[in-house]
Structures are given as C-alpha cells and as structure tokens.
C-alpha cells in the first residue's frame, strides 16, 4: 500500500506545481491571444464590407449574421457580413463572406484553413495583387451563380485542388442563401436596387419573390453536390 | 573542455535527427518552409533547455520508479508555455505549425534527452547539453527547411531565389520530398563523420 501512496503523492505535487504555473502563464498569454484573434476577424470583417464604418451584430432564423452600415445613423445597410464553413480536404474552411445588398459578393476573406501546403493553401496564397487571386474571383458575383469551373462555374480552381476550391465556393452560395432566405422571411420587403419594388400587400406580387422559382431548383442541385463530396 | 564537447556533440557526431534519427515526425511534417524550420527548431530548443535544467535539478527529488511520469510532467508544462506565448506573440507562425507544437510533448529527443543525459549529469552541462542538442536539432530544420523551399517554391526565408523562370517542384514541399531530402542529409552527414573519423 505504501509503495502505491508515496509515488502518488509525490506525482500529486509535481502536478500541483505544474498547474499553478500553467495558470498563471495562462493568465498573462490568454487576454493577449482573445485581442489577436478579435484584431484578425475585425481586420477580415472590414476588408470584406470597406464602404461599412458601423457593425451590428444579428440572429434570425438561426443564421448569424452581420449589418454593416455606412454611418452611426444606422438606416440603410451597405452590405452584411456572414461567416460560411466549408469541409475541405483536411480541414473545415471557415471563409468571412461580405455581401453587397443585392447579394452580389463584396468580398471574401479565408480566415481558417489547414489544407495541403503547396496545392489547398494556395487558396490564401497571394501572387500579384492586394489579396489572394483565388478569393478575388468572388468580387461582385451574384451568389448564386457560384460555382468552380469543373461544376460548370467561372471560379477558376486552384490546381490539384479542387476540393479545397469547390468547399469554399460551395460553402460560400450555401451561406448566402441561407441568410437570403431568413432574411426574404422576415422582411416585408425585399429591397433590390435599379429592380422592381416589392409590394407587401399583394402576396401574388411576383417582385416579392424575385428568384423563388430558381431557388428550388438551387436546392436539389445543392443537397446532391453536398452528397458527392 | 568536456563542456565544449557536450555543445559540440549535438550538431553532428550525435545529431538528434540525422545520427540519433530521433524526432522524425515533426522533422519531416513542418520543413516545408526555412521559417517553419526555424520557429519549429527554436519552439523545441526552448523546451529542451528548460526541461534539461529542471530534470538536472529535481533528480534527487525523483524516485526512480515514478521518473518517466515526472519528466513528462516537467516537458509537457514547457510545452504548453511555449504554446500560449508563440499564439499570444507569433499568431501566424503558430498557425503555420499548428498541432506540432504540442506534438513536442512526445518528440523522442526531448524525453530521451531528460532520461539519457540530464538525470545523470550536473545543471550546467544538462543545460549545455540541452542547447547543443537544440541547435543541432535546429540547424537540421533549417537545412531541411531552405532547401526545400528553394526547390519547391523557388524561396528561402519566402525571399524569391530562383529567376521568374523557375517552375517549382511541388513534390519537394509535400511529404515525398521530405523523405528525399531527409536521406540526402543522413548521407551527408555520415560521409561527414567517417571523413573526421579517419582524420581523428
């Protein structure tokens, strides 16, 4: 019995003393890890929606999402931000998607991903320009019509890595039109520049659904790309 | 002298990577770039260092019977601090070597380190034995890691090498290259060794 207590009480010390130390270590490092992962999303949320100075955080229907607006006065919205997860070759992609108010692409920012060094990362790999060409494809497309070239799309992919490139374009559309359709729901109106207005009191108003007919058939096609992966 | 020789022994007669053949793992998974290399060499250098010195200092306090436990416990606090200061100071470099940090944990060198030299020998020489060991370990990473990228990107230390003609080899950044590489520098390194061996 004694040979069992005295080298547990001594691991028992050893791990006390570790623990503390840890703690406190923990303590210093983890308020200066929380502000760079807040400065990195910031960074990515404003690089997404440049013309947005004011963010609102909101929940409807389960979907996350962000208002930007141009000033404090908070009245008409440049553009939302919303966050799409995407399952690539080894990693879950989590992309910041800005959108335009007509649901064309602002911008989109690759925040996390750990895919194969040299084929998937090239997703993040900047060759000329201000940002990766890969996410620059996605500027001012409706998204809807978001597709990579082998699925018949205009997303140039990323050579040998397709599905890296198809996870992000896919996860991308998936997110847009979930909030699309949270959004259709819960406003009366449905704003859509230079467009048709909506007209809330007559429920036949084909305006108020601009592209139900087309989202229908986006479902089928989507349920099946999400089964071939 | 002896104290030269143990800072000396680790950087090629007893090599952790290309003559002990210890730490292969991360060795082979994070040099696909000079820098991850490097971060990667310093990040287990520091944690070799520091578990060496305590393991050397607390071995009187060590029943033997529980030693493996307690080196454990000592290797895998400095890994864990290594990890909250490289994601507190150095995001993008912590990013990039991602789930190898805390894998130091259970690099071979470390532990056998702590087992094979640092409970038998004095602070001092454990220390610098722990920074030998460390900068070997490092200069390997660094080797392994510039060349290729060199070859593979067409970069070291991301500072474009080649001319814009240069059409890089992906193979040597994805795990095949590795082992190539790896083989390469084992050669070398023994035909280092007999060349010293027939001077001496």
């Not at chain 1, 490139?165 to 909030?179: D, G, P, Q």
């Not at chain 1, 819960?186 to 429920?203: K, L, R, Y």
């Amino acid at each position: 019995m004694k040979s069992i207590i005295k080298p547990g009480i001594t691991l028992m010390i050893y791990g006390l003393i570790a623990g503390l130390g840890l703690g406190y270590i923990n303590s210093l490092t983890s308020p200066v890890i929380e502000a760079q992962e807040e400065v990195a999303r910031m960074a990515a949320i404003e690089e997404v929606l440049p013309e947005a100075q004011v963010f609102d955080p909101d929940t409807v229907d389960s979907v996350q999402y962000i208002t930007g607006y141009a000033d404090s006065s908070e009245i008409t919205p440049v553009g939302y931000i919303i966050t799409a997860y995407g399952n690539g070759f080894s990693s879950t992609i989590k992309t910041v998607v800005g959108l335009n108010p007509d649901f064309t692409i602002s911008a989109i920012e690759i925040v996390y991903q750990s895919e194969t060094p040299g084929l998937g990362t090239k997703s993040v790999e900047i060759t000329d320009g201000p940002e990766p060409w890969f996410e620059m494809q996605f500027d001012d497309k409706l998204y809807n019509n978001l597709a990579v070239d082998k699925d018949g799309g205009d997303i140039k992919s990323i050579t040998g890595a397709t599905i890296t490139s198809r996870a992000i374009t896919n996860s991308v559309k998936i997110a847009a039109k979930e909030l699309k359709l949270a959004l259709g729901e819960n406003n009366d109106m449905v704003t859509i520049p230079g467009g048709p207005q909506c007209d809330p009191n007559n429920p036949d108003d084909p305006n108020c659904h601009p592209d139900s007919a087309e989202v229908e058939v986006q479902e089928d096609s989507l349920t099946s790309e999400r089964g071939g992966e | 002298m002896k104290i030269i020789k143990d800072f000396t022994k680790g950087i090629l007669v007893e090599n952790p990577v290309l003559v002990l053949a210890l730490g292969l793992c991360p060795t082979l998974a994070v040099t696909s770039s000079a820098i991850n290399g490097l971060g990667m060499g310093c990040a287990a250098t520091f944690v070799l260092v520091m578990s060496n010195l305590i393991v050397s200092l607390i071995k009187p306090l060590v029943p033997s019977r529980i030693r493996i436990p307690i080196f454990i416990t000592v290797i895998a606090t400095f890994v864990t601090i290594t990890k909250l200061v490289m994601a507190a100071y150095t995001p993008a470099l912590s990013e990039a070597l991602g789930i190898f940090i805390p894998l130091i944990v259970v690099n071979c060198i470390i532990l056998g380190r702590a087992e094979a030299f640092a409970s038998k020998h004095s602070p001092l020489r454990s220390l610098v034995d722990g920074l030998g060991m460390g900068f070997g370990f490092t200069l390997t990473l660094v080797v392994l890691g510039a060349f290729r990228e060199l070859i593979g990107s067409g970069t070291i230390f991301g500072q474009q090498i080649m001319g814009d003609n240069y059409k890089p080899a992906l193979l040597m950044i994805l795990p095949p290259g590795a082992f190539l590489s790896l083989g390469f520098m084992v050669a070398l390194a023994r035909m280092l060794l007999e060349k010293t061996r027939k001077e001496a």
